[in-house]
């Protein structure tokens, strides 16, 4: 690998459902890298496509209705989009994996954990059975199971939520990716969990330097993990860049509406600004910037043509909006 | 004395766990072990508490969705559990429930306005027939929607606005208290604050007393003038917004308060996390003494076997009740 | 079968559903003009203002509607069902020789099709082509009333097992099983042998004899599908909403759990159906179900059937044959129609 190569780079990534009522244009011309040890952060509300993004990367949309309809997605100099199916899959664990929100149902209930973690060796690396469960419990004790070797026979539904997610950690970095796409890993846990699984990401992160893709909708775990972030809508990166900027001076008035509408744990009595409206209807995109609906800033430019482009405002950060770097003065 | 709307006393819901053929006993699922508050006039008390808590089962205490185990619901100087049939029916104009998920909480056959009219048929003389579906329009404007979505599918709305309709059949009866379950935990972060500012604005028009059950913090924080942490049953802490966010006595409020994280990188560096150990353990079999000692870095002998009540404990500068015998502020 | 790419497969349909179901579920949201961040702060908020004008009001049903429209398997076997139904109600609509079903002409017995008779004679030099239009009565008449039958009583059953539960539930589940572990046929057999009907019984009470006895087996089979889907509802959060309003049982279940939870039945109801009018032929081939002077395909099929005959006349068989066939082939396709248009997954 080369220095100027990045870890992953997508570039101008198109995706499109097609659905009984039309098609809808899920993914519109994405463009992002990775580099090893480095956490992106893809932050959206439902319906943004970051969750597709990471179908897309990992090579897993379900088709139909969901077709990859343009771009790359190049993965150590390799576009992953070329390869045939059957070579993809290889990719899939020893150089790119992914965690998902619901641990639960991404277990198989009916085999023991420490067996669908054995498995991944079994297949990747046709290790005999026994080998493969030692392996099995070395990872289990890695991601802070209690009591590894005593559970490693327990069922899925016998672990709690934290738990079950810790087990999906483990397969996920079983065979050391290159790689991890976390979506949403901890929205269904409890906030004392969360803060558990967040450290434990982070603290994998570290010992084998992997790149990691956060996907979530919450501008509270983003900020202390991430290192750079991507603000989706409407299946476009709005705005992209360095963590602390981001929150100091947003430069699209979407990530702005969004940081003034949460309310925070350390502030008591600020208004909420909420971003009225809804997001748009992906069948039916209005014309020019998608977001200039539900925009304070909208002015004519917004509401026709194309949507603004992406454009580097400052080093380091883009945004695809007319204003953008601008906000403050600009007539809300 | 501030005006005492819903006073709960010693409130205590178990389940039992039926196992083997002969559906035999075999032990209960302590859900809500003991909680007792005072709830005001037009104010908001928040309960929070992680998933198992019984936070929800106390909501549907509160609005006798269940049947208490034990333990005495006061409203308004009535007595609701003694309450029976008419009686109780017509206590029920009164308080009010909104449920967490905008999903499954309206009947996905009935149009927006059989919905909201749904109360009027039960409560007949509450609006006459005619009139009916005028108020149907009026609460729909209230809550800022449009009257024209009368006739269409709850299917046919995005998450906020059919958390909005919920909100507006909870309002028709005019209720005085209205029981909020995780109203906007399941919503879209821009739409959150739709429905909490709603939410707000609905309390000061209507003089409304909320009870806001949630597990988000800082959305609790923002809502409420007291706070309730409970855990695994019971109530750790409570107190007004400073006394919990600023000087919370009890550990498992202290930690809860530490795990979620700021939306700012800059304070997230600072800050500092205590991360809890370990996973809350069953109400099926929770631990004697405090509750919380199995994840509590206080923890000494004396919690193992001694119950910690809710009482009056310094903070540092005045005092407010929790259930530690520990109790004290983080410097 | 759990390498990571299987696993990953199966986890992620979930997700990938998930987001699936974001995607066209936000042809529901309409975009909207932007409400003014504090219009809600104001002390009477602006309606939302209504863009969306191609979402027109659409219930659940209307929406499986239009899925069903759209497959050509609806159509036919609304088609068929039609005819078949009016086939049963005015068959003289659908003879054009003039000829009554006891028309005959011996001198024709067991002859191939002619002119007149398209479908040729019977033993009796009986118009098949009549005795076979005539005989849609007797079995569309026993298919719709037993499944009604069934449907009515598992409905009322399910719904009171399913809603209150407990000793009650368990009393009619275990009746149920006991009901279900008879094959409906040799049940069937069973009843009608034991209530023996002759020749000279009225035409109804031979009907609602087979009718009574099909239900009697039939209903255990929507009564568990109503009860699990009862049971599926009644935790829903607007049933308690509705408890919470004060609501009493009866509004509960008359107008939130039955309508609810009623889909899966209408379905089955519908296949069962066309296993009933089956079963009916094979009754009355036994010849303990309808008998003669009775028309029916069963018995038709059954008098056709006598060794020497299907080689000799095979055409006294085929077409009541066909007729039956077609008949619980056009109900048992509509039900599978349905099922999927209102199976709300594949939405």
């Not at chain 1, 917004?302 to 080093?315: D, F, K, N, V």
């Not at chain 3, 079963?279 to 060794?307: F, H, K, M, R, V």
Request: charged share 20%; hydrophobic share 45%.
């Amino acid at each position: 690998m080369s220095d100027s190569e990045h870890l992953l780079e997508v570039n101008d990534l198109h995706v499109e459902f097609r659905l009984r009522d039309g098609i809808a244009k899920a993914i519109n011309g994405v463009s992002f890298y990775l580099d090893e040890r480095e956490t992106l952060a893809i932050l959206g509300e439902s319906g943004s496509g970051k969750s597709v993004t990471a179908q897309a990367i990992m090579g897993i949309l379900d088709s139909p209705p969901g077709f990859v309809t343009g771009g790359e997605v190049l993965f150590q100099g390799t576009d992953l989009e070329k390869l045939s199916p059957k070579a993809r899959a290889k990719y899939r664990g020893p150089k790119l994996s992914m965690i998902f929100q619901d641990a639960l149902s991404s277990l198989n209930p009916v085999f023991p954990v420490g067996w669908q973690i054995a498995e991944m060796f079994r297949v990747h690396q046709h290790m005999n059975r026994s080998d493969a469960l030692a392996k099995a419990i070395t990872l289990m004790e890695k991601v802070k199971i209690p009591a590894a070797k005593e559970r490693v026979r327990a069922y899925p539904h016998q672990f709690s939520g934290g738990m079950r997610q810790r087990i999906m950690i483990a397969m996920a970095i079983a065979l050391d990716p290159w790689l991890l796409i976390a979506d949403e890993p901890t929205t269904a846990l409890d906030v004392t969990v969360q803060a558990q699984i967040m450290d434990l990401l982070k603290e994998l992160q570290e010992e084998s330097g992997m790149g990691l893709i956060l996907i979530t909708h919450d501008l509270g775990v983003v900020a202390s993990v991430a290192d750079r972030i991507a603000v989706m809508y409407a299946g476009r990166i709005v705005e992209s860049s360095d963590i602390r900027p981001l929150y100091a001076n947003p430069l699209h008035p979407y990530t702005k509406g969004l940081l003034e509408s949460v309310p925070r744990l350390d502030q008591k009595g600020q208004d909420l600004l909420a971003i009225g409206g809804l997001p748009p209807n992906l069948l039916a995109m209005p014309a020019g910037c998608p977001f200039n609906p539900r925009c304070r800033y909208a002015f004519d430019k917004c509401r026709a043509g194309e949507p603004p482009a992406s454009e580097e405002i400052e080093p380091g950060r883009t945004a695809a909006c007319y204003l953008a770097g601008r906000l403050e003065g600009a007539h809300a | 004395m501030p005006d005492v709307i819903l006073k709960a006393e010693e409130l205590v819901k178990h389940y039992p766990i039926k196992t083997g053929v002969v559906r035999r006993t075999t032990g209960k699922v302590r859900a809500v072990d003991g909680v007792s508050f005072e709830l005001h006039r037009g104010e908001t008390l928040g309960v929070v508490g992680e998933s198992g808590c019984g936070k929800s089962t106390l909501g549907r205490l509160l609005m006798r969705l269940e049947e208490p185990t034990s333990g005495h619901l006061d409203f308004d100087g009535v007595d609701m559990y003694a309450q029976k049939g008419r009686d109780m029916d017509r206590m029920r104009r009164d308080i009010q429930i909104v449920f967490q998920d905008p999903y499954t909480s309206l009947d996905p056959r009935m149009t927006v306005g059989d919905i909201i009219a749904e109360p009027f048929k039960i409560h007949p003389d509450v609006v006459p027939a005619r009139k009916r579906k005028e108020r149907v329009r009026e609460l729909l404007d209230l809550v800022g929607l449009s009257p024209e979505h009368i006739n269409r599918y709850p299917h046919q709305f995005s998450g906020g606005q059919r958390q909005r309709i919920g909100v507006a059949r909870g309002l028709a009866l005019n209720p005085k208290v209205l029981i909020l379950d995780e109203p906007v935990s399941a919503l879209d972060v821009s739409v959150q604050a739709q429905v909490v500012n709603l939410l707000d604005h609905l309390q000061r028009e209507l003089n409304l007393s909320y009870v806001f059950i949630a597990h988000d913090l800082s959305v609790v924080r923002h809502i409420s003038d007291r706070v309730a942490v409970m855990y695994l049953g019971k109530i750790v802490e409570i107190g007004d917004d400073a006394q919990i966010y600023e000087h919370a006595t009890h550990p498992y409020t202290q930690a809860l308060l530490s795990a979620v994280p700021v939306p700012d990188p800059v304070v997230e560096e600072s800050r500092e996390q205590i991360v809890l150990t370990g996973d809350v353990p069953s109400p099926a079999n929770p631990p004697k003494g405090c509750r919380f000692h199995t994840r509590c870095w206080k923890a000494t002998e004396k919690c193992k076997t001694e119950v910690p009540l809710l009482q009056l404990r310094g903070d540092g500068q005045g005092q407010h009740l929790s259930a530690c015998h520990y109790a004290e502020a983080l410097k | 079968m759990t390498d990571l790419t299987d696993m990953n497969k199966e986890s992620e349909s979930q997700a990938r559903i998930a987001d699936a179901m974001t995607a066209p579920s936000l042809g529901i949201e309409e975009p909207q003009p932007t409400i003014p961040a504090d219009a809600l702060e104001d002390p009477a908020p602006q309606p939302v203002p209504d863009l969306q004008t191609v979402s027109e009001e659409r219930s659940l049903m209307q929406d499986a509607w239009i899925t069903m429209r759209s497959r050509p398997l609806f159509w036919i076997s609304a088609a068929l069902i039609f005819v078949f139904l009016l086939m049963a109600a005015f068959p003289q609509l659908f003879v054009f020789s003039g000829r009554t079903p006891d028309w005959s002409d011996l001198d024709k017995a067991r002859m191939g099709p002619d002119s007149v008779a398209i479908f040729g004679y019977d033993l009796q030099g009986q118009d098949i082509y009549v005795r076979t239009i005539y005989g849609a009565r007797a079995s569309i008449l026993v298919g719709v009333c037993t499944a009604l039958g069934a449907a009515v009583i598992g409905v009322v059953l399910g719904t009171l097992g399913g809603f209150i539960g407990r000793f009650l539930d368990t009393l009619l589940s275990r009746t149920a099983d006991v009901f279900f572990a008879i094959p409906l046929l040799l049940g069937g057999i069973l009843i009608m042998y034991t209530f023996r009907t002759t020749a000279e019984s009225p035409y109804f009470v031979v009907v609602f004899k087979v009718v009574m006895a099909l239900s009697v087996l039939g209903w255990p089979n929507v009564y568990r599908l109503m009860r699990s889907s009862v049971m599926q509802v009644k935790p829903s959060e607007y049933v308690m909403a509705a408890k919470a309003l004060g609501a009493n049982p009866l509004r509960i279940i008359g107008s939130h759990i039955i309508p609810n939870a009623i889909a899966p039945v209408i379905v089955v109801s519908t296949i069962d159906l066309g296993s009933y009018i089956a079963t009916e032929a094979t009754l009355s081939y036994l010849g303990i179900g309808l008998q003669a002077p009775a028309i029916s395909w069963g018995i038709a099929i059954s008098d056709a059937s006598a060794i020497g005959y299907v080689r000799n006349a095979p055409h006294m068989l085929l077409f009541p044959s066909l007729f039956l066939s077609l008949t619980v082939l056009a109900f048992i396709m509509m039900g599978e129609v349905v099922r999927d248009a209102m199976d709300p997954k594949l939405r």
